[in-house]
C-alpha cells in the first residue's frame, strides 16, 4: 500500500518567491495534518484537516502561509511570500480517524530558502 | 505551553547498555493518548506505540518498553541492550481527545560500538 506521499522531496527557492509544497494522504484516511521540524522550535503543527476541513490552524505562522484540502486525496501548503526563516523540514501526515489516531507521516520536504 | 517535555536533549551509550527516555506531559483532561516516535538520520518520522490514558498497563516489545505513570505524569521509554541502529531522534507526544499530536523536543540518541 502507498504511505503519504509528499512532493517535492528537496524545495530550494530564493526569498520572494511561492513555494507550494504538495501531500497525497493515505486512501481513506479522514484527517490529514501539516507540520513543520526546526532544530530550534521542534515538531510544530501547522493545520489539521478532518474530512477536508480545516479544523485547527492556529499553528499557521502568519499570512504568507496557507493550505488548502480541495478533496481527500489532496493537499497544498502554500508560502507566499517565502522568507529565509521558513527553511524547514515540512511533514504532511494522515490517520484513519481524528486528531488522537496514530499519524503515518510522509517523507517530508526539505525546503531551503535563500 | 509546552505540553509534552523531554528533559533530555542528547544520550549517549555505549552499545549493549539499557537506557531510559523519560517523557513528562501535562494535560487537564481525563482523556488523552501518549505516543512515541522514532526519526532515524534518515528522516523519517516511524510510529512507536500509542497508549490511551485509561490503560496504565506497561509495555513490552521486543527490546523496547513503556512505563506509564499518571500519577507522575510520565510516559517513558526503555531500550534494552541498545543496538547502534538505535540510534536515532526520539519523540513523545500528546493528544487530547479529538486534537493533533503535540510533540516534545526529542532526545537525540547516540549508541556507538
Known amino acids: 500500500d502507498a504511505g503519504v506521499i509528499q512532493s517535492p522531496r528537496h524545495e530550494v527557492t530564493e526569498m520572494g518567491q511561492e513555494v507550494t509544497l504538495r501531500c497525497k494522504p493515505i486512501?481513506?484516511?479522514?484527517?490529514l495534518f501539516w507540520y513543520r521540524q526546526t532544530m530550534m522550535r521542534g515538531l510544530e503543527l501547522l493545520i489539521y484537516?478532518?474530512?477536508?476541513?480545516?479544523?485547527?490552524d492556529s499553528g499557521m505562522p502568519e499570512d504568507r502561509f496557507s493550505a488548502k484540502m480541495p478533496n481527500a486525496s489532496f493537499s497544498t501548503l502554500k508560502i507566499q511570500p517565502s522568507e529565509p526563516r521558513d527553511s524547514a523540514v515540512y511533514f504532511c501526515a494522515s490517520s484513519p480517524g481524528q486528531g488522537s489516531e496514530k499519524l503515518f507521516f510522509g517523507s517530508g520536504t526539505q525546503l531551503s530558502v535563500l | 505551553a509546552q505540553k509534552v517535555t523531554q528533559a533530555q536533549t542528547e544520550i549517549s551509550v555505549v552499545e549493549k547498555e539499557d537506557v531510559t527516555l523519560d517523557c513528562v506531559y501535562e494535560?487537564?483532561?481525563?482523556?488523552?493518548?501518549l505516543f512515541w516516535y522514532k526519526q532515524p538520520p534518515s528522516g523519517e518520522l516511524v510510529f512507536l506505540i500509542r497508549?490511551?490514558?485509561?490503560?496504565?498497563q506497561n509495555e513490552i516489545s521486543g527490546r523496547y518498553s513503556w512505563n506509564f505513570q499518571k500519577s507522575t505524569s510520565s510516559f517513558n521509554f526503555t531500550i534494552t541492550a541498545s543496538q547502534v541502529v538505535d540510534s536515532a531522534v526520539y519523540f513523545c507526544?500528546?493528544?487530547?481527545?479529538?486534537?493533533?499530536?503535540?510533540f516534545g523536543k526529542g532526545t537525540s540518541l547516540l549508541v556507538t560500538p
Open positions: 494535560t487537564r483532561d481525563t482523556t488523552y493518548y
Open positions: 484537516f478532518n474530512n477536508n476541513v480545516p479544523i485547527d
Open positions: 507526544a500528546l493528544s487530547e481527545a479529538g486534537y493533533a499530536l503535540n
Open positions: 497508549r490511551n490514558s485509561f490503560d496504565e
Open positions: 486512501s481513506g484516511h479522514n484527517s
